[in-house]
C-alpha cells in the first residue's frame, strides 16, 4: 500500500482498522456558491470480512431511498458501495450526528415495515428482477441491532 494521499477520501481509510457497522462523514464539499454537500459511510459490514449479496443491497437502496425523502428534502443521494459492505448517504447542508443517526434509523425502521419494494418493476428500474426485501431486511435488522455503536468507526 502506498503511503501516498489519494483523490477518493475511502481509499486513505484503513478499511482493517475499522468496526462495522458504523456511520461516519466520509467528505465534506464546500460548493462555489457556498452549499455543503456532506458525504456519509453507512457501514453495514466489516470491510473484507462480509457483505451484502446484490439483490438484498437492490431492494435496500431502493427502498431506503423512496422513503428517506419523506424524513428530510436535504436527501441528494443514496448509493451503495461497490465493495457491497455499505452505502453512501449525501446530504446538503450540515446535520449532528444525533441528526443522521436519527434519520437514518427512522428510514431503516421503513424499510422494516415494506410490504414490497419500490419500483421494482422493468419500466421503473434497469434490472428489476433482481430484488431481494427479506434479506434487505435482515441486514437493516443487523444495523438497527447495533445503533448505540454507530459513531465507532475504528475497532
Not at 37 to 62: G, T, W
Request: hydrophobic letters at 45%; a negative charge; charged letters at 25%.
Amino acid at each position: 500500500m502506498s503511503d501516498a494521499k489519494m483523490n477518493v477520501e475511502s481509499f486513505n481509510l484503513d478499511h482493517t482498522k475499522v468496526a462495522a457497522p458504523y456511520v461516519r462523514v466520509a467528505d465534506r464539499k464546500t460548493l462555489s456558491g457556498g452549499d455543503v454537500l456532506v458525504k456519509y459511510d453507512v457501514r453495514f459490514c466489516q470491510p473484507n470480512r462480509e457483505h451484502l449479496e446484490m439483490p438484498a443491497i437492490h431492494s435496500l437502496e431502493h427502498t431506503f431511498a423512496e422513503n428517506v425523502r419523506n424524513h428530510s428534502n436535504d436527501v441528494v443521494d443514496f448509493s451503495p458501495m461497490g465493495c457491497q459492505t455499505g452505502f453512501y448517504l449525501l446530504m446538503a447542508g450540515e446535520h449532528s450526528d444525533e441528526e443522521m443517526f436519527d434519520l437514518i434509523a427512522a428510514t431503516l425502521e421503513d424499510v422494516l415495515a415494506a410490504s414490497e419494494v419500490p419500483a421494482a418493476n422493468e419500466v421503473q428500474c434497469g434490472w428489476g428482477a433482481s430484488h431481494d426485501l427479506a434479506g434487505a431486511k435482515a441486514a437493516v435488522q443487523r444495523m438497527l441491532d447495533a445503533r448505540e455503536s454507530w459513531s465507532l468507526v475504528m475497532a
